[in-house]
């Protein structure tokens, strides 16, 4: 009695954490916030996005400008020639004597060029590389939207799975709650008939013995309880140790997956994957069989040149070119018959991948069905058994019934709750499993 006082106190403490619960909705709209395998997954198709764009770009012309201004210094020589007179008095008749004499200086002389221009180019033909690297990259881009769906699908089928086990958890409390109860009753009901003297001491210590073992189930699922919270938090995308309470039901009724497996195989991300690689690879065979022909662009220049500013000299050029390489050395017959085999990898990759999935998808859509009819049966077992709970119940208080038969029943009803209850949870989880082989989202 005393476990039992301190197993309703913590579930005192407890109980104001959940005072607004979660929807299913609200938990999904939290995780495609917080997710960081979901955001991984969104950056990694935008950079494919933006690769695939830039594919493009090959195909518009090139422009450019430059503007430039140098300014140079060279060594010169500078020669300066000087005259120099002489009087010489000579009598009454002065006489003048001019000599001249050279003088040579090394100085910095400074030239000034300034130049602007705008130039141009467009490749015309490239032997249809520039087309094949832009359908590479429409392939890359399909892949990662591929990854992405595959990701997104992985993601809702691990938040659904520990949604339905944080619900289960809970109802697991009240089930194990509801479970003590019972055995309680059950002991005062032996205690007073081993008071009379109609049971013995065995009767009434397998039932002591029941009490105890609910008290320690409702004292495990509670510990339960808080792991699934932490596991359904962590799957949100948060890492805080807050409480959460989930709102919401079991699905275990009108379900009916699509049984042409053969025909979802093709929708599935890993087959569309193995698919676009494929793709891919017939694509790079061309890539490299591009060498095998000319190259040929078109350019465009104009130049104004001068030591003025802004230049005045003009001069522009025109001109179309064409570039074969004759022999590259062979590389380029190896870099085909490599693309040709790596074509031949990718077919029987995809006809790998159909394989596994039909095995898979089978797996999956018989296990679907499998916890759904167990989950209908055991629904019906657990109605059967309270009816028989309460009829063999009701005749041993009476004197009709043996210990044995109500002991046995009562054990098979309180078992038959947790097995429906189990089984709610398997057959949920199931439809999400089979929904995340297809990829599916929600």
Not at 152 to 172: E, H, P, V
Not at 360 to 374: Q, S, T, Y
Request: glycine fraction near 4%.
């Amino acid at each position: 009695m005393k476990n039992y006082f301190i197993i309703l106190s913590l579930l005192c403490i407890l109980s104001p954490v959940y005072g607004s619960s979660a929807s299913w909705e609200e938990v999904l709209s939290d995780a495609k916030i917080n997710n960081p395998t979901l955001k991984k997954a969104e950056d990694s198709l935008k950079t494919a996005r933006q690769n695939y764009y830039s594919a493009y770009t090959n195909f518009l012309p090139q422009l450019s400008a430059t503007v430039s201004q140098n300014q140079s210094e060279v060594l010169g020589k500078k020669i300066t020639n000087k005259e120099n007179e002489t009087i010489i008095n000579s009598g009454m008749i002065p006489i003048v004597l001019t000599s001249t004499s050279t003088k040579t200086e090394t100085i910095m002389q400074y030239t000034r060029d300034n130049k602007t221009g705008i130039s141009a180019s467009l490749s015309l033909f490239s032997g249809f590389a520039d087309y094949s690297n832009v359908k590479m990259k429409k392939c890359d881009l399909d892949i990662a939207e591929q990854n992405y769906r595959r990701a997104y699908s992985d993601t809702i089928y691990n938040l659904k799975k520990k949604f339905f086990q944080l619900l289960w958890a809970q109802q697991m409390i009240q089930l194990t709650n509801d479970i003590l109860k019972q055995r309680q009753k059950n002991l005062g009901m032996i205690q007073l008939k081993y008071d009379s003297g109609t049971e013995d001491l065995g009767s009434l210590s397998r039932v002591r013995v029941d009490k105890y073992n609910a008290e320690y189930e409702v004292s495990s699922a509670m510990r339960y309880l808080k792991t699934a919270q932490i596991q359904l938090i962590n799957s949100i995308g948060r890492n805080d140790l807050s409480e959460i309470e989930v709102q919401g039901d079991f699905i275990t009724e009108n379900f009916k997956p699509d049984d042409n497996t053969k025909g979802l195989i093709k929708t599935t991300p890993e087959y569309l994957i193995a698919k676009y690689n494929l793709d891919k690879a017939k694509y790079n065979i061309k890539l490299a069989k591009s060498t095998l022909f000319p190259s040929v662009s078109f350019s465009w220049s104009s130049t104004k040149s001068g030591a003025d500013w802004p230049p005045l000299d003009n001069s522009w050029n025109l001109g179309i070119n064409a570039s074969y390489p004759f022999f590259p050395g062979g590389k380029n017959i190896y870099d085909i018959k490599i693309a040709i085999l790596n074509q031949k990898v990718a077919e029987k990759n995809m006809l790998e991948t159909e394989y596994q999935l039909s095995t898979r998808l089978l797996i999956a859509f018989n296990d679907v069905f499998d916890k759904n009819e167990l989950c209908n049966v055991l629904k019906k077992i657990f109605e059967a058994t309270k009816l028989q709970s309460d009829i063999v119940t009701q005749k041993y208080v009476n004197g009709l019934a043996s210990y044995i038969d109500w002991y046995s029943v009562e054990n098979d009803f309180i078992n038959s709750k947790k097995n429906y209850l189990n089984s709610q949870r398997d057959a949920s989880v199931s439809q999400a499993a089979w929904k995340n082989q297809l990829g599916s989202g929600e």
